[in-house]
């Protein structure tokens, strides 16, 4: 257990920069599990991956394994992936279906679907005149305190009390709004199954990488080179434009000065945004089609306004990362001060034609996939941090630029421009507040 004496948090946090434990010590990392992935509503999983009855994905959240499940009626539960009789996990496979109960591996004790018990073998006379109760909750399995939904998104809070889920999501809900509202039916699908990467670095590394606009043209510059210049060539020799699907890798060449145009912007709980950047609306058939078919579900003017929405990266901090316009999550899950799991996920829109479907399959392979040259430079820039950041050469993380210019209303952060280290300042200021006082 995290003990309160052995860590002071105060002073790792500064406005413009912070201590480099944050990210390499043990007790640091066991507070956060405790006052951060304890407490906050973390992402569990989308509804959709548990159509049926029984239907389950195990996950975790902070330190603790837990089910996602759909009921015998309409609805998921999630809960704790432990037998109460005495203590064996219930579910040990990634996914799968339990039928119409859970069936302990051990000694068969069995579950409904919302965790109740349901059964104990032989137990005639067994528990006469003992403290065991079938209707007491301790005999039950464990739900998460608290379970929220919002447009088949799944999130649950290990903490009893704090704000309900929309209150807490604030303006970051714009990220399940926008991918659901791109659908011609409005709602969204998961693509099973989820590439998982464990990354050696720290988790929060991993969340300020994917807001920093300074990183892209350095750090990706030969991906972009090598297919910026086969888009070219493409035009060239067949006068029509390439593919979407090269641009998606072109524009990590977009040059300094235009990345340093867009805008971030920070809400409170950590969650940040940034602007989008892509042009997503070309005037391919696929698109055009897929067009018509938004507006006839829609009306032009609310069709006009859900396409041009321009959001290209949502953060709900501390544990997803989401690119509504494109239909890709990524679920951060920490397992370490140096290691993190992440699983990258992607959507289909309900109602829109394959080739949309398709055009996020492409991001997603070409991106966020494990085996993407993008990506994969990602990974060694996070490791060579965790590893540099062990080195006794300086106790110092610098988020110096543009600090202070950047501008505050209403506990909105707008930054003065596309590089401001303004979204890594705006998630540790809520790091420190969860920190020193829990949710
Ligand atoms: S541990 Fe689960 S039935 Fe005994
Ligand atoms: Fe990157």
Known sequence: MPNEHRIEVGGLVEPDRVHRR?????????????????????????????????????????????????????????????????????????????????????????????????????????YENTRFAPDDPQFHMTPAPRMESYRGFVFASLAESGPDLRTWLGGSIQAFDDMCDRAPDGEVEIVPNCFRIIQKSNWKIFLENQLDALHPSVTHESTGRAASEVQKDIENRTGKAPPLSYHMLSAFTTPFEVWDTLETVGHPYGHCMLQGYMGLRPTD???????????????????????????????????????SPLQQLRAVRPLAPDRTLTEIWHFRLKGAPEPIYRRAL?????????????????????????????????DWVSFHRNAGHDSVKDGVVTSVTGMSEAPMRNMFKAWDEYMRNGA
């Open 362 to 394: 492409d991001y997603y392979y070409l991106v966020n996939s494990p085996s993407t040259m993008i990506n994969a430079d990602d990974l060694v820039n996070f490791r060579k941090c965790q590893d540099g950041l062990q080195l006794d050469a300086g």
């Open 22 to 126: 944050c990210y390499v010590d043990e007790d640091v990392f066991d507070l956060e599990m405790e006052r951060i992935f304890h407490t906050t509503w973390i992402y569990v999983g989308h509804e959709t991956q548990v159509p049926k009855p029984g239907d389950y994905w195990t996950t975790i959240i902070g330190r603790q394994r837990m089910i996602l499940v759909r009921g015998k009626e309409q609805g998921v539960h999630v809960l704790f992936n432990r037998c109460p009789h005495r203590g064996s996990l219930l579910c040990n496979e990634r996914h799968g279906n339990v039928g119409d109960g859970f069936r302990c591996t051990y000694h068969a004790w069995q579950f409904n679907l919302d965790g109740t018990l349901r059964s104990i073998p032989m137990s005639e006379g067994a």
């Open 285 to 323: 058939p696929d698109n055009l089609e897929y067009e018509k078919r938004m507006r006839e579900s829609y009306g032009e003017k609310r069709a006009e306004e859900i396409l041009s929405v321009n959001i290209h990266h949502v953060l709900v901090y501390p544990s997803l990362s989401v690119q």
